[in-house]
């Protein structure tokens, strides 16, 4: 009978097993990175309420207001009459930040109708004082909103006042005009919110 020699140690079974147990420890890890990662990327429906809004005004008649959603919020898209439009330089005086130098909006909408074009108003739903959603009024001299009432929207929440360009009057809660948010115009009667001309 042959002896067993237990203080032997095999240098190949070694390195295989070193090889193969790291192999399989390489791919439990990778079987628990997986769905680690998976897990911070943003779910269907979160890039889906990111994505653009594409928006017919051909359905919006002058005067109403359009609510669509963007990003989880409210967004309006109003058609503005050509009294509306009219009225617009005349609010300056009332007005907080008339040129909206301290409001944020992209650079095209730094003007009296804050949009591209005068007729169209495209604007973020909510007041920039607790971000409660104004209602659209549109009648002027409205009786709960005074005779001097040029149009526009009213926050329910603290009173704060914004005209048809989502300008902020003087002397109320919010701190800034409404947001304006990047859109583009892709043909006369269709607009997309979230995307701009220039980007």
């Given amino acids: 009978m042959s002896a067993i020699v237990l203080n032997e140690v095999d240098p190949k079974k070694r390195r295989f097993l070193i090889a193969a147990s790291s192999v399989v420890g390489a791919g439990a890890a990778v079987a628990v990175a997986v769905p680690f990662v998976g897990s911070m990327l943003p779910s269907a429906r979160a890039v889906a309420a990111g994505a653009p809004v594409e928006v017919d005004l051909s359905k919006v008649e002058p005067g109403q207001l359009l609510t669509v959603e963007f990003r989880g919020a409210p967004h309006w898209v109003v058609r503005r009459t050509p009294e509306m439009v009219a009225q617009l330089a005349k609010n300056n005086a009332i007005l907080a930040d008339p040129k909206s130098d301290a409001s944020k909006q992209p650079d095209y909408a730094k003007n009296d109708a804050r949009a591209l074009k005068p007729e169209v108003f495209v604007a973020r739903g909510v007041c ?18 005074g005779a001097d009432w040029p149009g526009g929207f009213f926050c329910p929440c603290h009173q704060s006042k914004f005209d048809m360009s989502g300008r902020v009057f003087a002397g109320m809660p919010a701190p800034t005009n409404l947001t304006i948010p990047p859109y583009k115009f892709i043909g006369d009667s269709k607009l997309v919110i979230g995307e701009d001309s220039k980007a």
Wanted: hydrophobic share 30%; with cysteine; proline share 6%.
């Fill in 128 to 145: 920039t004082h607790l971000g409660c959603s104004p209602t659209y009024r549109k009648e002027i001299g409205a009786a709960d909103l």
